[in-house]
């Protein structure tokens, strides 16, 4: 079955011909199938925002190809209407709102749809629960009245209300508190939950790494590493590359391994570190000098 | 969001931006008063060929050239419709109660060269002169206003500053237009009031961007005690040159040529 995003051999050019020409893509070649969530890695102006660009159709691939949800975005008249099925947050989206109250600028997608009244209101609300707006009256206010991490969430209800099949999303967590972290995570776990397509940009590998298990690192345009977690961990090449620390737990886990013991070193979660080292202990009851009380909790 | 924008400074080392930014506004406003002055086509293609020949020293790229004058199409072509139909002469073809005119066309296609010409005129200035030199150009020239107390320091820096913001605008422009459309915005929409609403989506946007960072910007100058003294210690203070006096000297003899042309014309 062919996934929910193909991309082949994509390669795009600014301003081609220009004194300002610059090659953002080459010979990208990715897929991800429905349900699953795709971290995306790169230092600025790696590519990344052009790469989802095209994904929306904002971008119409120059050469290879974008098929996202069984539609080429290669035509113009399909690309069109892909805002519907792959909703891109930008960054910073609260710089783009315009609406004169809450209601009207989550409600601003939905329109667009054509949908009836009724519908929209129904999704307005749902996507402003979705995003922890669930205080009276608050639909009614003027943005401009709420604080930076609130209008951030607003502009992400706008995309929500839309309900695409795809969500990506632009550097979602950039400047903002923990409450706003944990929002956006939320969103993000019952999007995986419901086995929907998320995609996510950023320019931490660590954020990316203890949330998703796909990976792709896009550098100066090329594609520099697609594929799991766990792989990308045994490459200590990529990762010194990036100046990447490895979470705490795989930094003692890589270390009891270090020691000469027997333990598996391709763990993803600190879950699964804190099984590996009570298997250990269990083994070796003498391990107690290495591994100090804290870890008996697991 | 990258890409050659209208009239963006390309660097290079030629003569031509090597010029005094004076010398070059100077020429420019000597171009534009001699094509105003002269409706003689041989004096008009004397002065293209003056301008293919700086776009050719100043080694730009012909096809951006092209590609900015074929931005420009629908002005020049209104400029041409409107000059055949309502100039009085021999009737070359007839709709209905207006008629266009051999006498119309002539004159309509001069017209054309001469916005031809003052549009590359402004663009060899712009593309060859960076932001900073063309501010302190345009100070420079201005500078003797301040007799009569006319700010011209004031007037150099906001000019500067826009210069210097006109990019990002651009830049912030294109952002909010994708986050719009990814939004579903009908920005080409065929009907004429749901395009003019979606550009709202753009406009609101992007004044609140301008109006922050106005601000913003104020401050920051304010903290870095800004006053509105000219700056005496700039460096690279412009000196004219050989170049510029010889460049000046040139056009202003392709230009005052305009007179004993009109005379002889008659």
Known sequence: MPGIIEINHLSHIYAEGSPYEVEALKDITLSLERGEFLGLFGPNGSGKSTLIQHLNGLIRPQQGSVIVCGKDASNSRLSRDLWKKAGLVFQYPEHQIFQISVYDEVAYGPRNLKLPESAVNERVNEALQQVGLTQENITQLPPAALSGGMRRRVAVAGMLAIQPEILILDEPMAGMDSVGRNMILDIIKKRQERHETTVMVSHSLKEIMTLTDKIAILDSGSLAFSGKVKDLLGKPEILAHYHFELPEYLQIVYEIAAKGFDIKTDISSIREAGEEISKLQKIRKDADYLLPGQYNSW | ?266
């Open chain 2, 1 to 266: 969001m990258t890409g050659m924008k209208l009239g963006q400074y390309v660097y290079g080392d030629s003569l031509i931006h090597r010029l005094d930014p004076r010398t070059k506004i100077i020429c420019c406003i000597l171009a534009v008063i001699s094509v105003m002055a002269s409706v003689n086509l041989y004096y008009l293609l004397c002065l293209l060929l003056l301008m293919v020949t700086a776009i050719v020293s100043a080694r730009l790229n012909p096809k951006f050239i092209f590609k900015a004058i074929y931005q420009i199409k629908t002005l020049l072509l209104i400029t041409l419709l409107f000059q055949a139909f309502l100039t009085p002469g021999k009737a070359v073809l007839t709709i209905g109660t207006i008629t266009m005119t051999r006498e119309g066309l002539a004159l309509g296609s001069i017209n054309i060269l001469r916005l031809i010409i003052l549009f590359m005129g402004s663009l060899i200035l712009l593309m060859t002169t960076t932001p900073m030199k063309l501010s302190i150009g345009i100070e420079c020239i201005l500078r003797p206003l301040e007799k009569i107390n006319i700010p011209v320091h004031n007037f150099a820096t906001i000019l500067s500053i826009s210069f210097r913001f006109l990019p990002t605008l651009f830049e912030e422009a294109s952002i909010i237009r994708n986050a719009q459309k990814s939004r579903g915005s009908q920005f080409d929409s065929p009907e004429l009031m749901v395009k003019i609403k979606s550009y709202a989506a753009i406009v609101i946007p992007l004044f609140e961007a301008s109006l922050s960072r106005a601000g913003d910007l104020g401050e920051a100058m304010d903290s870095r005690c800004y006053t509105s003294h000219p700056n005496q210690l700039r460096m690279n203070s412009l000196k004219m040159k050989g170049q510029d006096v010889l460049a000046l000297v040139s056009v202003s003899v392709i230009v005052l040529a305009v007179i004993p042309v009109s005379i002889l014309m008659k």
